[in-house]
């Protein structure tokens, strides 16, 4: 069982910061995209952030310019840096990691593994 391990979140004020982690076992390998969805209370699941494997990235627009995306691809690790936070932040986040699975006499396809998600709280 793949377990992505989030770490990070907990409760804020408004204005301030949180950096989350999400690190795949090193058993993952060909990573193409890792990113941060998030869900709050009685809301369907939205796209926070995506870094793609050159490094480019996709910004939700209600976090543009206050979230912050990156990657260590030697450590299989994501990282979302969340300033300025506003109580419409609050909810679970979740990474996600999707991959190329290649095996012998097979097409290569795609396989996304999910976090358990880190609840992130910010108080007005």
């Known amino acids: 069982q793949v377990q992505l391990v989030e770490s990070g979140g907990g409760l804020v004020q408004a204005g301030g910061s949180l950096r989350l982690s999400c690190q795949a076992p090193?058993?993952?390998?060909?990573?193409?995209?890792m990113g941060w969805y998030r869900q709050a209370p009685k809301k369907a699941r939205e796209l926070v952030a995506i870094?793609?494997?050159?490094?480019?990235?996709t910004y939700g627009d209600s976090v543009k310019g206050r979230f912050t995306i990156s990657r260590d691809n030697a450590k299989n690790t994501v990282y979302l840096q969340m300033n300025s936070l506003k109580p419409e932040d609050t909810g679970v986040y979740y990474c996600?990691?999707?991959?190329?699975?290649?095996?012998?006499?097979?097409?290569?396809?795609?396989?996304?593994?999910w976090g358990q998600g880190t609840q992130v709280t910010v108080s007005s």
């Open positions: 090193g058993t993952i390998f060909n990573i193409k995209v």
């Open positions: 870094i793609r494997d050159n490094g480019s990235t």
């Open positions: 996600d990691v999707l991959h190329l699975v290649v095996l012998p006499k097979t097409e290569p396809y795609e396989y996304k593994y």
